[in-house]
């Protein structure tokens, strides 16, 4: 399987910490993205990270991404308790997808 | 826009028995993914399709057949479900290859 894996499994923090989860991936891509799963509801899109970039911000997150690692690291900075979610990458290889087992992050008011 | 949807959003059947899920996009993408979703294995890619009149297996397509008729509709058909198959499935579409995916709500099945 070519699907990645996030670490860690499980991630609790107080309101207001900073929340980093990383993923590794086995295989060559085109761009790696990181989605958000609310309890029961479909995956929303949060960033996209192209191959030949290294760092990139969107609001309160930043994905860095190593290609000679093979690996990827999400940071929500002053998270909330509405950022209480999973969270997926998914590694874009030719026309397919390729999504990691998730990280469960719970930020406790 | 209703963006991606899903018709059933949840479903029980019998071993054996077949069904169709749908899922109909109104944001004209190019293309549609179906997935499963299981505890523990994230989502794993059913069969995909690039247009309208074409489709593709994914990672895990043995079991599931699928159509694309009309580009705003993919149909994912099982023909004699099994236990197996009990997951929640998810669609999604995006309008270039190497674009972000809108996913639907999600289809639970569970096959006895």
């Known amino acids: 399987s070519q699907q990645g894996e996030e670490d860690p499994q499980a991630l609790s923090i107080q309101e207001g910490e900073n929340a980093t989860m990383n993923c590794s991936y086995k295989?060559?891509?085109?761009?790696l993205q990181w989605y958000r799963q609310n309890s029961g509801r479909g995956l929303v899109h949060l960033i996209l990270?192209?191959?030949?970039?290294r760092e990139k911000h969107s609001g309160r997150l930043r994905v860095t991404l190593d290609t000679s690692k093979k690996s990827s690291s999400l940071l929500i900075t002053a998270s909330r308790a509405a950022d209480t979610a999973s969270y997926f990458c998914?590694?874009?290889?030719?026309?397919?997808?390729?999504f990691g087992t998730g990280t469960s992050l719970t930020v406790i008011p | 826009n209703a963006g991606v949807t899903q018709t059933p959003k949840f479903r029980v059947l019998k071993t054996g028995q077949s069904m169709t899920l749908l899922c109909a996009q109104d944001?004209?993408?190019?293309?549609m993914y179906w997935y499963r979703q299981d505890p523990g294995m994230g989502l794993r890619l059913i069969h995909y399709s690039v247009g309208e009149g074409t489709t593709a297996k994914g990672e895990v397509p043995d079991g599931y057949n699928v159509s694309r008729l009309k580009k705003q509709n993919f149909l994912l058909g099982l023909e004699s479900a099994a236990p197996s198959q009990t997951s929640v499935y998810f669609c999604?579409?995006?309008?270039?290859?190497?674009?972000?995916?809108?996913f639907g709500p999600g289809t639970r099945l569970t096959v006895l």
């Open positions: 999604a579409s995006s309008y270039l290859r190497n674009n972000e995916q809108f």
């Open positions: 295989t060559s891509i085109n761009n």
């Open positions: 990270i192209r191959s030949n970039e």
């Open positions: 944001m004209n993408h190019e293309y």
């Open positions: 998914a590694t874009n290889t030719g026309n397919q997808f390729y």
